[in-house]
């Protein structure tokens, strides 16, 4: 038996399928499976190229480390991104820095 997905409005767990559709009883949501596939979140950077985790990245303006006194320079190159949502896109570790969460509107893939 094939796992189906949460219901995308109120995250139930139980979702059935009728014909094409899967419902959710609880909030009566319809959506296509398809349409899941279709509607997947592309992270893009500066320059408009598709993002992926694993990838190396560069940053392309000084970013000021809020609470801190240190920058994260022009340049800086930061590789194994991971992709998350929320509003900064970007969980990775900085050499000299740490974890750090960047956005995609300051970095562009190496």
């Not at 109120?10 to 979702?15: D, E, I, N, Q, R």
């Not at 499976?33 to 990838?55: F, H, M, T, Y």
Request: net charge negative; with cysteine; charged share 25%.
């Amino acid at each position: 038996m094939s796992a189906l997905p949460p219901c995308p409005q109120c995250a139930s767990a139980f979702v059935y399928e009728d014909g094409a559709l899967l419902i959710c009883p609880e909030c009566a949501h319809e959506w296509s499976p398809s349409a899941d596939a279709e509607n997947a979140k592309v992270w893009r950077d500066a320059n408009g190229n598709a993002l992926q985790d694993g990838d190396t990245v560069t940053v392309i303006k000084d970013l000021k480390i809020k609470g801190s006194s240190s920058v994260v320079k022009v340049g800086t190159r930061v590789k194994n991104i991971r992709l998350v949502e929320g509003d900064h896109d970007i969980d990775c570790k900085i050499d000299g820095i740490g974890q750090m969460g960047l956005k995609t509107e300051f970095v562009k893939k190496a």
